[in-house]
């Protein structure tokens, strides 16, 4: 077996010894709702609360915009299925009219009703206005009035236990077994766990890491930079990983070694030291060759 064979089975094994042994320890939502434009944001108060709680939020917007620019071909009910396949939760504050609008085409969409809940205003939960009547009213009778979180602006801490228990109760009732890599969560725990073990990788060969997977496992190719990219803009966000000035390749920060200490720690895998330096064994092999297809040293 030549050198590269054994970095590519060392990635292998990130992947299927690993990678798939990760439980999930979050819950994901995607929380939409007025943008930030000052302090004042309930949105942004929200997530604040809820990330104290083992619950990770993201904003529909962030990835939006990056993927719509990378996919011109992309239109508004493929995104929709899009965050509906990469959260466990889709939840709207319906306090601009853009989020309005979101929680209509939300309402109308099986996949994104499926896991849609709305956390409103309490002042509006007694009128009869079109909001109440109509999308309020339809969630509550296809999904239950728990889908619907009311909440009073200056005592936004009273209702952060009862969601997040409401979202728990939900995310264990409908979670998967296992974190599918083709997704943005999936390749969120993915790269800083493939990154600690390789030091640091270009973003090219991180494609290539990508698509073979993809290949081996029947997944969608013409999907993977969508995903990653998304994926990678997190990571940053989140300062997981950083790019070195000096040759452009990925590698974790402090916060993101730590991360995957803490993961690898809790994983339920027999003689994980022996396995560890098995993959690290291959990856060293391959820096040593300069042949080697992909190249992962600094």
Known sequence: MGVSEIYLNSIDKIYSDVYKKINREFIDVFLCGGVSTDDKCIRDSIRSKLEKH??????????????????????????????????????????????????????????????????????????????MMGPIKYISNQKGKERTIFYEKDKLDS??????????????????????????????????????????????????????????????????NMILYSSIKILYKNKYIHKSIKNGQIALTEKGNLYIQKILNKLPIDKSGKLYDFIRYGIMLSELNINTPLETTI
């Open 159 to 224: 209702i952060i236990d009862s969601t997040v228990d409401k979202f728990k109760k939900f995310s264990k009732k409908s979670a998967k077994t296992e974190i599918e890599i083709n997704t943005i969560i999936g390749q969120y725990y993915f790269i800083p766990l493939l990154v600690y073990f390789v030091k640091a990788i270009s973003m090219k060969n991180l494609e290539e890491v990508m698509k073979r997977i993809y290949i081996k496992n029947h997944f969608d190719v013409g999907k993977v």
């Open 54 to 131: 083992s619950v990770r939020v993201l904003y529909p917007e962030d990835l939006f915009m990056d993927i719509l620019s990378k996919d011109k071909s992309m239109d508004l009910l493929s995104l929709e299925n899009f965050l509906a396949d990469n959260s466990d939760i889709i939840c709207v504050l319906p306090e601009s009219v853009g989020s309005l609008v979101e929680l209509g085409a939300f309402t109308n969409n099986e996949k994104t009703l499926e896991k849609l809940f709305v956390i409103m205003n309490k002042s509006y939960e007694k009128e009869k206005s079109f909001i």
